[in-house]
């Protein structure tokens, strides 16, 4: 055997290798109605489920969880196909929105942090964000929030079998400072001046401290001190030095209202929101059902 055929087999041999590897490497997890759901998009969530569970502490059965996930993945594609059917897009400035949206409510760090971890690019999470609004607006084409009448509402807040609670609340002020000795001298100070109020614009004024404006809270929503003396203090009293997540807070309850059954009217947007989100729920499970039926689809995962 020549050199010439002898160097012919051996790129031939490497042309295959490559082909065989190279399709091993990029099989897809699923194909549905012959569009791929790759590998690397399972794995992604996957892998932002397990880390959604691992924060819970839940104990999960890995195969469950990845029969769960394939088979979310397959529903959406399933809705990305009959979206495109319809004819419904995302334009660029409803991403761009969206995406700033999410950024400045989570902040650069938190999501950059957030795609490292999921070994995501910019752009990956860009078509993912762009997927979501586009099943949305599938979604909400599909169940407008005027099909929830007012009848209905009334009804289920007439027979839902635990009523809507409005939780304990208190009509507060802080003041914030960096250390225990500054909130201690501020207590001091306001043995002799007793007016809270007048104690707290001063330091405001004089930027020795953080002072907030008097606002409605609920008290779980603070750190555990912090939660303590707001159910604690009664109406008009302050008290501290409370440690809190970004320093030592000095506060006073002008007012608070207790926990109670919520009216009509109180729960009325919390109604239509959770009916609205049980049709659409159950909307879309209908129609990923109706579509499995008839879709051609294959599972590559074990």
Same mark, same amino acid.
């Given at each position: 055997?020549? !050199?010439?055929?002898?160097?012919?087999?051996?790129?031939?041999?490497?042309?295959?290798?490559?082909?065989? =590897?190279?399709?091993?490497?990029?099989?897809?997890?699923?194909?549905?109605?012959?569009?791929?759901?790759?590998?690397?998009?399972?794995? +992604?969530?996957?892998?932002?489920?397990? @880390?959604?569970?691992?924060?819970?502490?839940?104990?999960?059965?890995?195969?469950?969880?990845?029969?769960?996930?394939?088979?979310?993945?397959?529903?959406?594609?399933?809705?990305?196909?009959?979206?495109?059917?319809?004819?419904? *897009?995302?334009?660029?400035?409803?991403?761009?929105?969206?995406?700033?949206?999410?950024?400045?409510?989570?902040?650069?760090?938190? =999501?950059?942090?957030?795609? *490292?971890?999921?070994? +995501?690019?910019?752009?990956?999470?860009?078509?993912?964000?762009?997927?979501?609004?586009?099943?949305?607006?599938?979604?909400?084409?599909?169940?407008?929030?005027?099909?929830?009448?007012? /009848?209905?509402?009334?009804?289920?807040?007439?027979?839902?079998?635990?009523?809507?609670? $409005?939780?304990?609340?208190?009509?507060?002020?802080?003041?914030?400072?960096?250390?225990?000795?500054?909130?201690?001298?501020? +207590? !001091?100070?306001?043995?002799?001046?007793?007016?809270?109020?007048?104690?707290?614009?001063?330091?405001?004024?004089?930027? *020795?401290?953080?002072?907030?404006?008097?606002?409605?809270?609920?008290?779980?929503?603070?750190?555990?001190?912090?939660?303590?003396?707001? /159910?604690?203090? /009664?109406?008009?009293?302050?008290?501290?030095?409370?440690?809190?997540?970004?320093?030592?807070?000095? @506060?006073?309850?002008?007012?608070?209202?207790?926990? *109670?059954?919520?009216?009509?009217?109180?729960?009325?947007?919390?109604?239509?929101?959770? =009916? @609205?989100?049980?049709?659409?729920?159950?909307?879309?499970?209908?129609?990923?059902?109706?579509? /499995?039926? $008839?879709?051609?689809?294959?599972?590559?995962?074990?």
């Amino acid at each position: 055997m020549n !050199n010439t055929v002898k160097g012919w087999i051996f790129v031939s041999l490497i042309i295959v290798t490559i082909f065989f =590897l190279s399709g091993c490497s990029k099989k897809p997890a699923a194909v549905v109605n012959g569009e791929e759901i790759s590998m690397d998009e399972f794995q +992604m969530q996957l892998k932002q489920r397990l @880390l959604s569970h691992k924060t819970t502490g839940i104990t999960i059965n890995k195969k469950e969880l990845r029969d769960a996930v394939i088979n979310e993945l397959i529903g959406r594609k399933l809705l990305l196909q009959i979206a495109r059917e319809k004819g419904i *897009k995302v334009s660029e400035e409803e991403l761009n929105r969206t995406v700033e949206s999410i950024k400045s409510s989570v902040g650069d760090e938190k =999501l950059n942090k957030f795609l *490292k971890d999921m070994n +995501m690019t910019e752009q990956e999470y860009r078509e993912q964000t762009r997927d979501s609004l586009v099943i949305r607006k599938l979604i909400s084409s599909l169940v407008p929030e005027d099909k929830i009448t007012e /009848k209905m509402m009334k009804e289920y807040y007439k027979n839902r079998p635990t009523p809507y609670i $409005k939780p304990e609340r208190v009509y507060v002020r802080l003041i914030q400072v960096n250390t225990e000795d500054e909130a201690r001298e501020i +207590m !001091n100070e306001l043995k002799k001046d007793t007016d809270f109020d007048r104690v707290a614009d001063r330091l405001e004024a004089e930027k *020795k401290a953080a002072v907030t404006d008097y606002g409605w809270a609920q008290p779980d929503t603070f750190s555990s001190e912090i939660k303590e003396a707001l /159910k604690k203090l /009664k109406k008009g009293q302050y008290g501290g030095p409370y440690k809190g997540k970004e320093g030592y807070y000095i @506060l006073r309850v002008k007012d608070r209202e207790p926990e *109670k059954v919520m009216s009509y009217e109180e729960a009325r947007d919390l109604i239509k929101r959770e =009916l @609205l989100a049980q049709q659409r729920q159950a909307t879309v499970a209908h129609l990923i059902a109706e579509r /499995k039926k $008839k879709a051609n689809i294959k599972i590559n995962i074990e």
